[in-house]
């Protein structure tokens, strides 16, 4: 499975992404805008 680190909450700690990529997000993704674009991504065959 892959994974998208979502990180636009304005709960998250000053660097939630670098968290998440070392627990294992394959991307991260910052705001709602690039959101749709990540997710075509993950959508096209590796």
Do not use: K
Not at 7 to 30: F, K
């Amino acid at each position: 499975m892959r994974v998208i680190g979502f990180t636009a909450g304005n709960h998250c700690s000053a660097d939630p992404g670098e968290s998440l990529l070392r627990s294992g997000a394959d991307d991260i993704v910052e705001n709602y805008d690039d959101l749709a674009a990540a997710i075509e991504r993950f959508a096209r065959p590796h």
